[in-house]
């Protein structure tokens, strides 16, 4: 216990750990203040806007715009035909939906992902780049050990890293939907939901995050972990794709894209009913 | 007690396109409990390789290594390393972290606590910059912070690779201080250096290793005698003939400006005073060149065989 918390120590005393988390934290507060200027309780003038699209889209079918195979025919009622043919318009929320926390949440679990990569590969890259792994050898010269608890290290600060993160995301929508969108119907059935999706992106960012410090243990090198990491999955994943399809399911990739989108335990809320 | 065994120590490097490089070659040494002890050799004479094979570091290829009484090989370090303290060239500690943090970090899993830091930071004269960033301190500070980090555990025995290493004339002084004072509180130190002047003054023990091999080793007074140090020099009125007195008593010399010098011990000078004067001549100067270790070290690695490999 005492070198993992050493090792979570180092973790937290590295300057990327900051400069990331900080980073996107800003990018997460950044896109809420986007999202609370671009979003609207007004829900009336969308549903003016979207009935007003549908009466012009209408008329252009009326005065010719669309061509009928029976328009010819006796009988043949051309505004029945347009409005039939036109549909429905669905109206755009103008305001955020707190329930689609879900979706957001899916969204960003690959980016995350992708960071813990880099914290895991960085971490163990820069002990060998700087040799200060022979200085934590000398004090414990057991390496299984010593690695163990580098890699437990890792995955609890991706864990970490994609919880605090997410809570983050959660906790700056917030404001946003309350204001300027809607926060009903969120019961614990949603609740449940939208934790078991956090707590697969916290999971898949620990296990990416070891996959990197695994890589980085093996080349000794940040920079070399992360182009094997990359050519593996942006290269090779992408060409077993193309040739062998039939392969996909045993990617890594996709499994880890899967394992967060996969929701086995709860059922999915269902979307807010479009207005017509 | 012996601290360390090593017993026909081999190490080969296999590397690409150069084939193989033997480092250490069949080495074998016993270092004693307590006193400084002198590792000496060259630049690639394998002192470096030898500490690491003691500190599990690198394998050996052949041969084996303890270290108070613990095989390094067979997993046993971790029984004994709370009890060395070490440095393995140029201490590798992380430049963004300051030297407290490093050392905090450290001692951590050792529960070594912030009075054992504070106290080797002052030892090492480092208190004041402790809060700065490592990649702010010079080479000598950095140095320092190494030889603080193997005090840290308190050690009986210290393995120290070229500890003076980027140290200016004051820090060598200071490093030298250090290890005399750490040699006289009981600890055992093992310093490998090639600052000769530097072991001279400190050890009380040395071993002279030239191409992976020992060429020499015990206490320092015994290693400088056997290197046959102690030349003499001897000042004539006619160094011409008295060099050819001596040739053909068999007697080793070189010429030096005006005077000769003798391959000789001190206790034999007075073979020189007898051959010279049955050949009629008259010494204005008969005196030992003081003890150097520098020209032993030189004669002993240059005349080591070489590498095989």
């Given at each position: 216990m005492g070198m993992l918390a050493t090792e979570l120590r180092r973790m937290w005393s590295r300057r990327l750990v900051k400069l990331l988390g900080a980073s996107v934290v800003l990018a997460i507060l950044a896109g809420a203040t986007i999202g609370f200027f671009n979003?609207?309780?007004?829900t009336a003038s969308a549903l003016q806007e979207t009935r007003a699209q549908r009466r012009r889209a209408i008329q252009e079918c009326e005065s010719g715009g669309f061509q009928f195979p029976r328009q010819n025919r006796r009988g043949f009622d051309l505004e029945k035909a347009c409005r039939r043919a036109v549909g429905t318009h669905q109206a755009p929320d103008?305001?955020?939906?707190?329930?689609?926390m879900q979706e957001v949440l899916l969204a960003i679990s690959p980016p995350l992902a992708i960071l813990c990569l880099l914290l895991g590969a960085s971490f163990v890259g820069a002990e060998w780049q700087k040799e200060t792994i022979t200085t934590t050898l000398t004090w414990e010269p057991r390496r299984a050990r010593l690695l163990a608890a580098k890699f437990a290290a890792v995955a609890l600060a991706g864990f970490a890293f994609s919880v605090v993160m997410g809570l983050v995301l959660a906790a700056s929508l917030w404001p946003v939907a309350a204001l300027r969108g809607s926060t009903s119907d969120l019961d614990a059935a949603w609740l449940r939901s939208a934790s078991g999706i956090g707590l697969r992106m916290a999971l898949l960012g620990g296990l990416t995050a070891v996959v990197g410090c695994a890589i980085a243990t093996v080349a000794r090198n940040t920079t070399a972990a992360l182009s094997v990491a990359f050519l593996y999955f942006a290269v090779l994943e992408g060409v077993i794709r193309g040739?062998?399809?039939?392969?996909q399911p045993g990617l890594l990739g996709d499994n880890a894209a899967q394992s967060s989108r996969v929701n086995r335990w709860v059922p999915q809320w269902p979307h807010r009913r479009p207005w017509t | 007690m012996t601290v360390i065994e090593i017993e026909g120590l081999t190490k080969r490097y296999r590397r690409f396109r150069k084939g193989i490089t033997t480092a250490v070659d069949g080495l074998d040494l016993a270092v004693e409990e307590g006193g400084v002890f002198g590792f000496l050799g060259p630049n690639g004479a394998g002192k470096t390789t030898t500490v690491r094979c003691l500190l599990a570091l690198v394998r050996p290829t052949s041969g084996t290594c303890r270290i108070l009484g613990a095989n390094p090989q067979r997993g046993e370090l971790h029984r004994v390393i709370g009890r060395v303290g070490s440095i393995v060239e140029t201490p590798a500690l992380?430049?963004?972290?300051?030297g407290r943090r490093n050392l905090e970090l450290l001692g951590r899993p050792q529960r070594v606590g912030p009075k054992a830091i504070e106290a080797v930071l002052d030892r090492v004269d480092l208190a004041a910059r402790?809060?700065?960033?490592?990649?702010?301190?010079?080479l000598g500070m950095k140095q320092r912070l190494g030889i603080a980090a193997a005090l840290l555990k308190d050690p009986e025995l210290l393995i120290l690779d070229?500890?003076?290493?980027?140290?200016?004339p004051a820090g060598i002084r200071e490093v030298r201080r250090l290890l005399t004072s750490l040699g006289a509180e009981g600890r055992t130190v093992f310093v490998s250096s090639h600052i000769l002047s530097e072991v001279q003054q400190t050890c009380h023990r040395v071993a002279i290793l030239a191409r992976g091999k020992c060429v020499k080793s015990g206490p320092v007074a015994e290693v400088l005698a056997s290197g046959r140090a102690f030349r003499l020099v001897v000042r004539v009125d006619q160094p011409r003939l008295a060099g050819e007195l001596l040739t053909a008593a068999g007697i080793p010399w070189s010429p030096d400006d005006e005077r000769l010098l003798v391959d000789l011990a001190r206790a034999e000078a007075a073979r020189v005073t007898e051959v010279l004067a049955g050949g009629g001549l008259y010494l204005s100067e008969l005196s030992p060149l003081p003890d150097d270790l520098e020209s032993v070290f030189l004669k002993l690695t240059e005349e080591a065989p070489e590498e095989t490999a």
């Open positions: 979003s609207s309780r007004d103008p305001g955020l939906d707190y329930r689609q040739f062998r399809p039939g392969w | 992380f430049p963004g972290f300051s402790a809060d700065d960033r490592v990649k702010t301190y010079s070229e500890p003076a290493n980027g140290l200016d």
